[in-house]
């Protein structure tokens, strides 16, 4: 965890963006997203390993995955960290909630579409909100609604049916 709050550090992101000897930086960061869900692993051996500091571990890599969820200037990185959020979801079906608002904000950025037409990463989010059985607030329905991407608007009739109706 300490590796990877070293590499999602502001500055050394910043620098990513305008040091060629950082240019391929993004590819740690990127596995290192992969490995942080790993500490979520609810089995026991892996309870054993982490110990009694487990719970912090977990605090920690979760706002690591924040940074590199919102913060990290490579949309591959970013996506990583989706795809990250997915794995723990499944392994921790009851944290889930924890994740909305950091996709949802994911989903709402900038830098995750292109004059209206939303990146890979925007499916990715929504897929990541489905199977943690998560329903989009209304802000980020409707922007998915006018998102020029088809699939991200096939992507919200997923909601459309009865088990989401009172969910909100």
């Known amino acids: ?17 305008i040091e060629p000897s950082y240019a391929f ?4 960061r ?3 997203v992969s490995a942080l869900s790993q500490l979520f692993d609810p089995s026991p051996a892996q309870a ?7 719970a912090q571990l977990r605090t920690r890599a979760r706002d690591v995955l924040n940074i590199a969820l919102n913060d990290d200037p490579s949309l591959l990185v970013r996506d990583g960290a989706v795809e990250s959020i997915r794995r723990i979801v499944r392994m921790r079906p009851a944290d ?16 995750n579409h292109i004059e209206g037409e939303g990146l890979f990463i ?12 998560i329903t989009p607030s209304k802000r980020v329905k409707k922007v ?23 969910i909100e």
Do not use: C
Not at 25 to 28: F, P, T
Not at 122 to 133: C, D, K, N, S, V
Not at 145 to 161: A, C, F, G
């Open 144 to 166: 998915a609604e006018r998102d020029l991407n088809p699939q991200v608007r096939d992507l919200l009739k997923s909601w459309r049916t009865s088990a989401y109706d009172d």
């Open 1 to 17: 965890v300490r590796i990877a709050e070293k590499l999602f550090d502001e500055d050394r992101l910043r620098l990513t963006t």
């Open 30 to 32: 990127l596995a290192m």
């Open 122 to 133: 925007r499916e990715t989010i929504l897929t990541a909100l489905h199977e943690a059985a």
């Open 48 to 54: 054993r390993v982490m110990g009694r500091e487990s």
């Open 25 to 28: 930086d993004w590819q740690n």
């Open 96 to 111: 889930g909630r924890l994740w909305k608002n950091p996709l949802e904000s994911a989903f709402l950025d900038s830098r």
